[in-house]
């Protein structure tokens, strides 16, 4: 993709055609001025992961972001909006995603996969006891994702 300005980013964030919401949320990923952490609630499920996916890569993130992304990681209605904002939280290490990626441990198969992989950034007893719990996990991605950052290989 060629650059775009600022201004055509932002107008594609509201547009009426899923894809490109879609197409500016991923855009939004290297344009950290440009907010786009609302589309987390668009309508269209794939957006909303994009949005997602956006916000775990861009650097900086804002404290509002942060906030959005953990609240939606236990609270949005689409498991793979879910699995998306744990992964972006894991992505982004930040401790105060912490809790949500732990509750997330807890939530359908897919999103405790990509919950118990968001956990690497992370230490501590809590981070231990889930990745201990996921070893008997009745999902076997579940299973080999906790094995893997437990014994890595080297």
Do not use: Y
């Not at 009426?16 to 855009?27: I, K, M, N, Q």
């Not at 942060?66 to 998306?84: F, G, K, N, P, Y």
């Not at 981070?127 to 991605?141: E, H, R």
């Amino acid at each position: 993709m060629g650059s775009l300005p600022l201004e055509a980013i932002q107008s594609g964030l509201t547009d009426s055609d899923a894809e490109v919401r879609r197409t500016s949320a991923e855009l939004c990923a290297t344009h950290s001025s440009v907010e786009c952490h609302s589309l987390l609630d668009d309508p269209d499920v794939f957006v909303a992961e994009m949005a997602a996916w956006a916000l775990g890569e861009r650097s900086p993130i804002s404290d509002v972001e942060i906030a959005t992304l953990i609240d939606r990681t236990t609270s949005h209605a689409e498991a793979v909006v879910r699995e998306a904002c744990a992964a972006a939280l894991g992505s982004i290490g930040d401790i105060r995603g912490l809790p949500a990626i732990l509750a997330a441990c807890s939530d359908k198969p897919a999103v405790r996969r990509r919950a118990i992989l968001a956990l690497a950034p992370f230490e501590g007893d809590e981070v231990d006891a889930a990745l201990t719990n996921a070893l008997t996990d009745k999902d076997w991605q579940v299973r080999q994702n906790a094995e893997d950052l437990l014994n890595p290989r080297s």
